[in-house]
């Protein structure tokens, strides 16, 4: 069974950090890009980065590049995303995804003074 755990969401100021991390299991994650992708409220969801399934290739949103990072560790199996700079335009549900196929239930981001 594919399972897909996100976690590291949480309340943060303007200008902070946050890690999120996806555990994934019931699937060969060291042969699938991954992916995050974020949902604002009122705002359809939208891809945040992409890892490829050794990780040597990342892609972004014009909006996260420079602040955001994506990374994978293919011995343990969790992916991560490493969020600097937070604005409060970042809020949203967090999901990670392999090949868009499965999805994680997301994690909540709130970047607020």
């Known amino acids: 069974q594919v399972q897909l755990v996100e976690s590291g969401g949480g309340l943060v100021q303007p200008g902070g950090s946050l890690r999120l991390s996806c555990a994934a299991s019931g699937f060969t994650f060291g042969s699938s890009a991954m992916s995050w992708f974020r949902q604002a409220p009122g705002k359809e969801r939208e891809l945040v980065a992409t890892?490829?399934?050794?990780?040597?290739?990342?892609n972004y949103a014009d909006s996260v590049k420079g602040r955001f990072t994506i990374s994978r560790d293919n011995a343990k199996n969790p992916l991560y995303l490493q969020m600097f700079s937070l604005k409060p335009e970042d809020t949203a549900v967090y999901y990670c995804t392999a090949g868009r196929i499965y999805w994680g239930q997301g994690t909540q981001v709130t970047v607020s003074s």
């Open positions: 890892i490829s399934s050794i990780g040597g290739i990342t």
